[in-house]
């Protein structure tokens, strides 16, 4: 248990349909984080929130939208995604601000599209 | 361009001990962390070097060498519960980590 949870841990999806993924951290950090980590690559930045603000947003296409509420809760909203879509999503969080950044990732959403 | 390599599979026995390397290039550098995935689960960190040298930490143990942009994992006395991946990665100078694709260690008895 890291403190940082996903919901839900499984998705299946076609490709017109609209979903959400959930990330909720109980550390008290500000920074929090979504991956793409698909087999045999790299975890790839999708994109950064540094106190509820959007920092980073690394080329995603359009058919992926974040959304941070507020410092503990992020999420990603999915809309006509594409086969090629399917992987692990990983959601991360840390306390920004410091040289030392730690981060913690929730258990992952497994996504698979249609 | 920002790159991390590191093998991307390894055996080794129950017992022994192993050494995942880790080579990086980045854009200005800010550390280099450890994290074990086992399969299905999130990424746990193992450790972080800033400075040139080696760091202990239990069983595991991680090396640094800023000069040659080279860093290692060792892992002693091998348990079965260490089958795992371990990824790499290298913090640029935005203070963004740079990710290896990640080592599979397949431990045998």
């Known amino acids: 248990e890291t403190g940082v949870t996903q919901t839900p841990r499984h998705l299946v999806m076609g490709m017109t349909n609209k979903k959400s993924l959930k990330c909720e951290q109980h550390?008290?950090?500000?920074?929090m984080y979504w991956y793409k980590q698909s087999a045999k690559k790299p975890l790839e930045l999708m994109f950064v929130?540094?106190?509820?603000?959007?920092?980073e947003n690394n080329s995603v296409p359009s058919r992926f939208s974040p959304e941070c509420p507020n410092s503990s809760h992020l999420f990603l909203h999915l809309h006509t995604l594409q086969p090629e879509d399917s992987a692990l999503y990983l959601c991360a969080s840390s306390q920004a601000g410091g040289d030392y950044n730690e981060q913690f990732f929730g258990p992952g959403t497994r996504l698979t599209v249609l | 361009g920002q790159n991390i390599d590191q093998p991307t599979e390894m055996t080794a026995t129950e017992g022994a001990i192993v050494q995942i390397n880790c080579t990086y290039q980045?854009?200005?550098?800010?550390?280099l962390f450890w994290y074990q995935q086992h399969a299905g689960e999130a990424p746990t960190f193992l450790s972080y070097?800033?400075l040139d040298g080696l760091e202990e930490k239990g069983r595991f143990s991680s090396f640094l060498s800023r000069s040659k942009g080279y860093s290692y994992l060792l892992l002693k006395e091998l348990q079965m519960k260490d089958s795992a991946s371990y990824l790499c990665a290298a913090m640029d100078s935005n203070y963004q980590l740079i990710w290896g694709a990640g080592t599979k260690l397949i431990i045998k008895p």
């Open positions: 070097n800033v």
């Open positions: 980045t854009s200005g550098f800010n550390g």
């Open positions: 929130y540094n106190f509820k603000e959007q920092t």
């Open positions: 550390l008290g950090h500000n920074a």
